[in-house]
Structures are given as structure tokens and as C-alpha cells.
């Protein structure tokens, strides 16, 4: 099935094998964080920690180049034909790389995968909720800049919990200004009303997994009439304990009022997931090929590209299709 990804944080698309060949290579201890192979973590503020554990071992240019071009290289050989995936600056600058080589690196590892397999992708910088507006601010200056041909979006990531969207309204508005697509986490940890507070103050065409909004119709309705886009992470939602079991996640309950769904796989590793795991799961869920399809269309759509590239996608995307014999992935 040709799919699309729309929400993986880069550094969170680290496989634990790299990180610890990386963190011996620097000599960082990472037994607290992996273990048997696996990332150990126990709840979400714990699964952060390890994260930016993970992440504190990418320190050299080349080190992300490789992140990227694994990254990449690994979603096409599953299937799929176009990836957008976040960076973080404050990141990079933790672990002593300034954000433009990280984003120079990040790039060259894009153009390698291109190269190797074809798959199109694109950059969303975010800002990190929990380090503050000014941090945000700051990561939203450095996205506007219009040196990085690869970085299409601007977004917000980190700990929902933390402030409230308002707080972060003149780092959307930089963003909006320089021409970036906008996308907030918001109803993962907390509820509708998380949703309706970063619609309102951020006014973002997609919203990272906005799942909770199912708890409140009156807002599914403003979702769909508003054409907004949910970049929906069923894997990472049941990882986290958002939902205890499958038959609990509101995928398919979305997906019947009419949301714009798309599937994504959020920090793979982590949640022991992958892209591919994420449209199997939906077909358990009782949602037919032609509507997973049309989750790979819908990412398209909603993709921060150009027109000239969008329309290649959809192409590849129909022949692909026709390919496959598969029905329609209209919609
Ligand atoms: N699932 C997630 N939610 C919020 N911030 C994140 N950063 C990395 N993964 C995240
Ligand atoms: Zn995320």
C-alpha cells in the first residue's frame, strides 16, 4: 500500500541500535534508556526524558545526515512516497550543534534517500511547549528564515499539559508571516477543549493526533467543517495509555464523521511501531483499502509542498494505485 507520513519527530525515528553505537562512540551512558534492544520508559513524562536522552547522542553533521537517510530509506522500502518529519533546534543545540548545520545535515540526508529510492519529504521545525514561549519564539525566527529550502512548516511539540496554546500565538504568527504550514500537538494528553484553545489562538490547517476531540461532538463538527487535518497516531496513543485497548481508539469513529485523517507513526522506536503498523492497524480496526488509501491522498493534500509537487505525489499516488489493482483513493 504507497502510504504517507506527516507527524515522526526525527529524533524519535532513532533506532536503539544507533543510538547506542553513537553513545558509545561519544561515551554517553544510555543503559537507563535502552534496554534488551528495546527503549524503556514508563508513563509520558519518563518516555520525554528518554527521548532527549536518545537524542543528546547526535552531535556531528554526519550523524543526522545518517538519521535522516535511515529514516527515510526505511519508510520507502515499506511503501512510501513522501515523509515530513519535525526538527527540533533546541535539540540540535543541547547537543552542541547549531541549528543551521543540523538542518544542512538533516537536508543532505533527504537528498540521499531521494537519490536511493525516490520518497519526497519535507522539514516542520518545532517549537518545545515545555521550554517556554521564548524558546518557541526563537524556533519560530529560525524557521522563517527562507535559507532552508526543505523546511515547510513551523509546529509545537512537547508537553501538552504546559501552558496554554495563547502563549504561543506570536510564535505561529512568525511562522504564518514567512509562509509556513502549521501544525500543533493538542488533544493527545488533554482533552477538547486543548484543541479548541490551539485552533483558536494558533489557527493551524492540521493538528498533531487531536484524537480527544472525539470527546466533544460540538468540536469534531467544527474539525470537519473547518477541513482541518488530524495526523492521527494510533500506535504512539496506545504506547502512552492514552486509550487501554484498540477496540477503545477513536479512529474509525473519526474517520465515519467525516474527520481528514491521516496515519502516522510519531517516535517509531519508542512506541514499537512503524508506518506500515499504523495502516495495519487500521485495516484491524474494519477500515477498507480504498479508505486507507485515502489516508495516503489525505496526507498529500494536507502536505506544507508546492502545487508542482503535491500533483507529482497524487500522480505517483494514482499509479501506484492503479498498480495495485486497489480501488479508488478518492476523498
Ligand atoms: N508524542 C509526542 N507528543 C509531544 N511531544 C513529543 N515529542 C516527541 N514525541 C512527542
Ligand atoms: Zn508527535
Not at 50 to 66: H, I, M, P
Not at 141 to 146: I, T, V
Amino acid at each position: 500500500m504507497p502510504m504517507a507520513e506527516l507527524h515522526c519527530h526525527i529524533e524519535g525515528a532513532a533506532h536503539p541500535d544507533l543510538v547506542r553505537a553513537h553513545a558509545a562512540r561519544h561515551g554517553i551512558d544510555v543503559s537507563g534508556i535502552i534496554r534488551d534492544g528495546h527503549y524503556v520508559w514508563h508513563d509520558f513524562t519518563s518516555f520525554l526524558a528518554a527521548y532527549d536522552r536518545a537524542s543528546s547522542v547526535f552531535r556531528s553533521e554526519a550523524d543526522y545526515a545518517d538519521l535522516a537517510a535511515d529514516h527515510l530509506g526505511r519508510l520507502a522500502a515499506a511503501g512510501a512516497i513522501y515523509a515530513e518529519f519535525f526538527v527540533s533546534p533546541d535539540h540540535a543545540c543541547e547537543a552542541g550543534l547549531a541549528p543551521e548545520a543540523y538542518v544542512a545535515s538533516l537536508s543532505r540526508g533527504i537528498e540521499q534517500a531521494r537519490q536511493e529510492s525516490g520518497i519526497e519529504a519535507r522539514m516542520i521545525v518545532v517549537g518545545v511547549r515545555h521550554l517556554g514561549p521564548e524558546a518557541v519564539e526563537r524556533a519560530a525566527r529560525f524557521a522563517a528564515r527562507p535559507s532552508h529550502p526543505l523546511v515547510t512548516g513551523f509546529g509545537l511539540a512537547g508537553d501538552e499539559r504546559i501552558g496554554t496554546p495563547a502563549d504561543f500565538a506570536r510564535a505561529f504568527a512568525i511562522a504564518r508571516d514567512a509562509g509556513l504550514g502549521l501544525t500543533a500537538h493538542a488533544g493527545e494528553l488533554c482533552g477538547p477543549e486543548s484543541v479548541r484553545a490551539a485552533l483558536d489562538a494558533l489557527k493551524p490547517s492540521r493538528i498533531g493526533h487531536g484524537v480527544r476531540a472525539i470527546e466533544d461532538p460540538e468540536l469534531v463538527r467544527r474539525i470537519v467543517g473547518e477541513g482541518i487535518v488530524l495526523e492521527v497516531c494510533p500506535g504512539s496513543n496506545l504506547a502512552l495509555g492514552i486509550y487501554p485497548d484498540a477496540a477503545s481508539h477513536p479512529l474509525k469513529r473519526l474517520v465515519s464523521a467525516g474527520v481528514r485523517v491521516t496515519l502516522n507513526s510519531d517516535d517509531p522506536p519508542f512506541f514499537r511501531t512503524t508506518l506500515a503498523d499504523e495502516y495495519a492497524f487500521a485495516a484491524e480496526a474494519g477500515i477498507d483499502a480504498g479508505t486507507r488509501l485515502g489516508f495516503t491522498r489525505q496526507a498529500i493534500e494536507a502536505a506544507f509542498v508546492d502545487d508542482a509537487t503535491r500533483h507529482r505525489l497524487l500522480d505517483r499516488l494514482g499509479r501506484a494505485a492503479i498498480a495495485l489493482g486497489a480501488p479508488s483513493a478518492g476523498g
